[in-house]
């Protein structure tokens, strides 16, 4: 069984000198959870990571209420995954948008955009706005540690129309998902390094002036299969069937 991982602030520091036989302490929500709730104890062997490739692997030295340190057996730093994965997420409704958060970082991508489509049904405006943005990104974090992962994907603030369609000039590729397509997801070539982007539409489908955006911004719209899937499930499916065919899954 693979070690528990949990969530520091940094660990820069820890690089720039010599690691190993150091002290790291966790403090905070992150070393209450692992002591109160977990039942952490000292002498069990755990993964610090930042979140950022560095990574570093020991033992706990002493626990407290809301505090545990760990005495540095190993120390490593991961490259991020190539190519990197983007997921533009029309917002879903009710708590769908946590669970598309969930399995997206499970099978890692580095990078989730919620996109204010015109026909999604949830809107996200004032205080909801950054209510539901905190709940993705809360969602991505637990997400990154249940998958044990280095690199945590970031959750970028809610983008409109126009403004996905901007970031999407430096990609290698981009896949727009939509039921009518003539051209497969299967038939793409894939990139082995770059940015590899899915644009997922929200319930209501992709409006016409979405895809013309999106298609002028070098995008491909392109179809699953036959059957129709969930907006907060087909994110999953599409970035699984892209994966399999890169370096990071070979």
């Known amino acids: 069984m693979s070690l528990p991982v949990h969530l520091v602030p940094s660990l820069d520091g820890l690089f720039a ?14 070393a209450h959870h692992a ?30 209420k809301r505090v545990f340190s760990v005495t540095v057996a190993s120390a490593s730093f991961l490259d ?4 990197t994965f983007t997921v533009v997420q029309a917002l879903p409704k009710g708590d769908r948008g946590e669970l598309a958060v969930e399995v997206l970082t499970e099978i890692g991508v580095d990078t989730i955009v919620p996109w204010a489509a015109s026909r999604s049904v949830a809107v996200w405006k004032g205080e909801r706005a950054a209510k539901s943005h905190a709940k993705w990104q809360a969602t991505a974090r637990e997400a990154g540690k249940q998958s044990r992962r280095s690199w945590l994907p970031t959750v970028t603030p809610l983008a409109s129309t126009p403004e996905v369609a901007t970031r999407l000039s430096d990609a290698a590729l981009v896949a727009v998902l939509h039921e ?10 894939v990139p082995a390094a770059g940015e590899i982007v899915v644009i997922v539409g929200p319930e209501g489908g992709i409006a016409p002036d979405e895809l013309a955006a999106f298609e002028a911004a070098g995008a491909v719209t392109v179809r699953l299969g036959d059957e129709v899937l969930r907006t907060s499930t087909a994110g999953l499916a599409a970035v699984s069937a892209l994966l399999a065919r890169t370096p990071r899954w070979g």
């Open 35 to 64: 002591v109160a709730v977990r039942r952490l104890r000292v002498g069990e062997e755990v993964v610090l990571t930042d979140g950022a490739g560095h990574r570093v692997v020991g033992a706990v030295a002493e626990t407290g």
């Open 17 to 30: 000198g010599s690691a190993v036989g150091s002290t790291v302490e966790v403090t905070g929500d992150e």
């Open 80 to 83: 991020r995954p190539s190519p």
């Open 180 to 189: 009518d397509a003539t051209t497969s997801l299967a038939s793409l070539d």
